[in-house]
Nanobody, 125 residues
Framework: QVQLVESGGGLVQAGGSLRLSCAAS????????MAWFRQAPGKEREFVAS????????GYTDSVKGRFTISRDNAKNTVYLEMSSLKPEDTAVYYC??????????????????WGQGTQVTVSS
């Protein structure tokens, strides 16, 4: 059983920063690739960033490159998303996801079985 709990969302002005955290209740956190997705109202869930089990590989969607940074602390069973230079179009519910199979591209929603409940990020203009 894998439980993921996101935190750190909130309301921020454009240009501001937020740090999201996702705490995983799992015995072997280092066995899971982790990712962040987001879903805006009326839109499909989309990939934001992913990080490999050791943290050695990171991937980002083009729209957040240079602004967002994904990281993980395997000792704390936690993955982070540092977001800076936030824009109104970043407004969405942000979800943490975990996968231990590694059989599908990391940017695919369908690649992940385990999901958190989401945390709202609202960027005002």
């Amino acid at each position: 059983q894998v439980q993921l709990v996101e935190s750190g969302g909130g309301l921020v002005q454009a240009g501001g920063s937020l740090r999201l955290s996702c705490a995983a209740s799992v015995r072997t956190f280092s066995s899971y690739d982790m990712a962040w997705f987001r879903q805006a109202p009326g839109k499909e869930r989309e990939f934001v960033a992913s990080i490999s089990r050791s943290g050695g590989y990171k991937g980002y969607t083009d729209s957040v490159k240079g602004r967002f940074t994904i990281s993980r602390d395997n000792a704390k069973n936690t993955v982070y998303l540092e977001m800076s230079s936030l824009k109104p179009e970043d407004t969405a519910v942000y979800y943490c996801a975990a996968d231990s199979t590694g059989v599908a591209p990391r940017s695919w929603v369908r690649a992940y079985v385990h999901w958190g409940q989401g945390t709202q990020v609202t960027v005002s203009s």
